[in-house]
């Protein structure tokens, strides 16, 4: 693993959002769900899609709070354009653990 600079950690914009909508993505290679996730004013609503699929459903993701990456450009995935990057560990078995605060804390707040 390289080190890497505080400037190149200070460049990775990461915002906590609250998903506003989710539905399954069947035409997805590997299964995964389209969220659409409430930055705040200053960035507003952005979309992605995520292979959460193992622990949630789109139903229970709809509140929820989330980190993601704000300023990657958008990504073509499939028929869906994604425009962040939610951020997630794997469990034991590799599937995706969303990362969120432990607390509520005011929508479009950055990573520091």
């Given at each position: ?8 950690f ?18 997805a290679?590997k299964?995964?769900i389209?969220?659409?996730?409430d ?6 609503t952005?979309?992605t ?6 622990h ?11 980190c993601a990456?704000v300023?990657?450009p958008?990504?073509q ?8 990057l ?5 469990d034991?078995?590799?599937?995706v653990?969303?990362?969120?605060p432990?607390k ?6 950055r990573?520091?």
């Amino acid at each position: 693993m390289a080190d890497i600079t505080f400037d190149d950690f200070a460049a990775v914009d990461i915002r906590v959002g609250r998903v506003t909508q989710a539905e399954a993505y069947p035409e997805a290679r590997k299964p995964a769900i389209k969220l659409w996730i409430d930055f705040g004013p200053d960035i507003g609503t952005r979309k992605t899609s995520a292979q959460l699929t193992v622990h949630y459903t789109p139903e229970a993701l709809i509140g929820r709070m989330v980190c993601a990456v704000v300023n990657f450009p958008p990504r073509q995935i499939g028929k869906f354009m994604s425009e962040v990057l939610v951020l997630g560990m794997p469990d034991a078995d590799g599937a995706v653990v969303l990362i969120a605060p432990d607390k509520d804390v005011p929508l479009g707040g950055r990573l520091h």
